[in-house]
């Protein structure tokens, strides 16, 4: 199992960008959760294969449609099994 953290910016709020990550989180058996930063960026926190999670990652980098602007993108390996059971779509 893969398990990270990955920092989002760009035009990635306003645009759809959480509700893609959790629809894509779902289609590729990814669990943990999406948040709007307050600078405009979005964090997110998913543990998976290490497949699903490549797929997963590729995705994220090309953002939901046109009106979104994925400029940059960190990813940060984490250690452990946070226990998530579902992709959830979290508040500031």
């Known amino acids: 199992m893969k398990y990270v ?7 990635v709020q306003g645009v759809g960008f959480r509700f893609f ?3 894509t989180a779902m289609q590729h058996d990814i669990s ?9 960026s979005v ?3 998913a543990i998976g294969k290490e497949e699903d999670m ?6 994220m980098k090309q953002g939901p449609s046109r009106f979104a602007k994925v400029q940059e993108i960190d990813i940060t390996n984490l250690k452990g099994n946070p226990g998530f059971q579902s992709f959830e779509i979290r508040g500031y």
């Open 32 to 40: 943990g959760w999406v948040m709007n930063q307050e600078d405009g």
């Open 21 to 23: 990550t959790q629809s």
């Open 5 to 11: 953290q990955v920092h989002v910016r760009g035009r």
């Open 43 to 45: 964090l997110i926190e």
């Open 54 to 59: 490549s797929t997963f990652l590729t995705k």
